[in-house]
C-alpha cells in the first residue's frame, strides 16, 4: 500500500531548541533534525521536510501566518504538519483554520519540554501529528476536521484547543468539547466531529483576505476597571494604529460600571467585541441580566457579542475581518454564528 505524502513545516519553538554554552535553549534545529530524531516516521508516510523558520512562536506574527497559509495551499501533498512553540498555538491554528479550504489534513503540532530534558515530547508529538495525517479516518474527513492540533496522543479542533496552563506537559485541552480523536498504540481512535458551520461560513466570507494587517487590541477587564486605557486609545494619534478591539468581559457577558463611558465610546469609534475572561470560553449570555453594564445594554450599545470564542481566538478572528474589510454589520453576523 502507497504510503501518503506528509510534509512537514517546521517554524521553530521549544521542539527546535537546543542549549547553548551557557544551558540556555536557543533556536537551533530544523525540520530535518527534528524528522531524524523519530525514526518510525518513514514507516508511515512519505515524509518532506521543510525549514519555514527558527523563532519562538510568541514572536509569530499574523502576516507570517497568512504566508504559510499561502504555502500550504501550494503543497503537493497528502497531509501537512506545522511544527512551532506552544505558546501562540491556539490562536495560530485557528488563522489556519480560517485562512485554508483544502481537502488534506493540516496539524499544528509542538513540545512542552525541551530536547535537553529527561522525557522531552516533541518526538511523541511530531510521530503522532504524522500518524494522524496518515490515518484513513483522517484522511477521509479532513475536510469536517478542519485544521487539527495534536499534542499528547489527544486531537483538538483548531478552533476549541486552548493552552491551559503554562509550563505541564498535558497543558492542551479543548474545555467545552473535549477531543476528536485519541492515539492507543498504533491507532487513531475517532471520539467525535467538530461543529464547523461558524468557521465554515467565517473561511467563506473572509476568502482571499490578503489586506494590510489590521491591528486589534485586547482588553481584559477585572475588578474594579475603570477603562482608563481605552481613553487613552482613542486619544491617541490614529487611535495608536489601532482598527479594533476585543474586551475579554467577565461572567456571562459583564464589565464595571466604571468602564462603560469609555467602552462605549470604544465601540463608536471601531468594531469592539465582547468574549467571555472565563478561561473555559463562552458562550455568553444575551438576554438576562439588566443595567449599563451587562448583556443586554452592552448589546444594544453595539458591542459585537463573540459567542464561544475565546479572547484570543475572537482578537484572530476580528483581525481577519478587519483584513478582508468587512463592513461592521458583516462581522457582527460572522461572529453572532459563534453563539
Known sequence: MTKPRVHILALGGTIATRPDSTGAMQMGLGADDLVAAVPLL??????EAETVSRVGSHSLSFDQIHALAARIRGLEADGVIVTQGTDTLEETSFLLDLLLDVDVPVIVTAAMRNPS?????GAGNLLAAVRVASDPWVRRSARTL???AVMLDEVYAAADVLKVHPTRVNAFAATQTGPL??????????LSLPVRDAVVAARRTIAGASGKAAPVALFWMSLDDDA?????????SDRAGYRGAVIAAMGGGHVSERSVENIHRLARAM??????????GGPMLRHTYGGPSAEIELRRAGLIWGGR???????VLLETCLRAGLDRPAITDLFDAFG
Do not use: F, N, Q, Y
Not at 518513514?42 to 515524509?47: D, K, Y
Not at 480523536?181 to 475517532?190: I, N
Not at 468594531?271 to 473555559?280: E, L, M, S
Not at 470564542?309 to 482578537?315: G, V, W
Open 181 to 190: 480523536a485519541a492515539l492507543v498504540e498504533d491507532r487513531v481512535v475517532p
Open 309 to 315: 470564542l475565546h479572547p484570543l481566538k475572537a482578537r
Open 228 to 236: 482608563a486605557l481605552m481613553s487613552m486609545l482613542l486619544a491617541a
Open 42 to 47: 518513514e514507516t508511515l508516510a512519505e515524509i
Open 271 to 280: 468594531p469592539t467585541v465582547i468574549a467571555p475572561r472565563a478561561g473555559a
Open 117 to 121: 530534558l529527561t522525557s522531552p515530547d
Open 146 to 148: 478542519g485544521v487539527l
